[in-house]
């Protein structure tokens, strides 16, 4: 795997890139940075070459100034595509990576040769993200935006691994799929300016979530490009039901449940994901 830093839309990105063939763009979530894409990366290689930046905000990427939302992420990684010389990606992803897909595919849907996700918000979830019985599941969206939590969480390097690890853990299935990186997303969170860099993009979504969450999103136009989604069986942040949807948000649609796993199914299962992603790419190409 080469580590490159590339410079694109006035910041620098760190990008790991692996294997030869057609490029396929691979977009994380949080509390995650490129190192969570790694099992599925070595299983791919052979038949695509994979970029896996850090988002602005994550890793070794630069910091935002501000509140940085999906928006600002599309853009990101459309200048970033052009920086790498890449005209057209298959582009992958989940969570924060999903939700910048969504903008990227209706601004630039010619810089796209399909999309495929994992879990992630899209308008048809709506006020079920608000109900109260989901209230446990989304608390620390309204953390995230106190200025204070970072330096809560950076407190001490103790605090900050069991911020982190509740959540890998807490919304995995199968809760050891990250003990072997545990350590290395502490040292990356405990970076500076990470913490606050992440919560960049909750600040930065908070009122369209909120709008969506009262039923007043805004409409807006359906995503053409083809598109594949495999939602995990055992999500606690999104559960299958709130897949029910997805046909209003996306006219060329491959949805089926990905079973045995829970928020994280490239890492849970980075086998059968990689082999739900190798067929797809393969059959649309």
């Known amino acids: 795997m080469e580590h490159l830093r590339v410079r694109a839309n006035g910041a620098t990105f760190h990008v790991t890139r692996a294997g030869t063939g057609k490029p396929l763009l691979l977009l994380h979530g949080w509390p995650e940075f490129w190192l969570t894409w790694e099992p599925a990366m070595a299983r791919l290689a052979d038949r695509f ?5 850090d988002l602005r ?37 989940h969570d924060v990576g999903g939700a910048l897909m969504q903008p990227l595919a209706r601004h630039a849907p010619d810089r796209v040769a399909g999309l495929f996700f994992f879990d992630f918000v899209y308008p048809g ?16 969206q309204s953390f995230h935006q106190m200025e204070m939590a970072p330096a809560l969480i950076g407190a ?21 799929a990250f003990d072997d990186v545990l350590e290395a997303f502490t040292d990356n969170f ?52 709130w897949t ?22 490239h890492r849970e299962d980075p086998d059968r994901a990689s082999e739900e992603i190798a067929a797809y790419f393969e059959r649309i190409d």
Request: aromatic share 10%.
């Open 49 to 53: 070459t994979l970029l896996a930046p």
């Open 57 to 93: 905000g994550f890793g070794d990427s630069d910091k935002p100034d501000g509140p940085f939302g999906p928006d600002q992420h599309a853009a990101d990684m459309l200048a970033l595509m052009d920086a790498l010389g890449v005209r057209q990606a298959g582009i992958i992803g």
């Open 125 to 140: 979830i709506g006020p079920r993200m608000a109900e109260p019985d989901r209230l446990n599941n989304i608390w620390y």
């Open 156 to 176: 001490t390097r103790e605090s900050c691994r069991i911020y982190i690890g509740h959540f890998l853990r807490q919304w995995s299935y199968r809760k050891h």
């Open 190 to 241: 405990l970076k500076p300016g990470n913490l606050a860099g992440g919560f960049a993009h909750y600040r930065a979504a908070h009122a369209g979530r909120i709008r969506m969450m009262k039923g007043e999103a805004p409409a807006l136009p359906p995503i053409t490009v083809p598109t594949c989604i495999r939602w995990a069986e055992h999500d606690p942040l999104f559960p299958y039901a």
């Open 244 to 265: 029910d949807r997805l046909s209003e948000t996306f006219t060329n649609l491959d949805l089926k449940m990905f079973p045995g796993v829970g928020h994280f199914p």
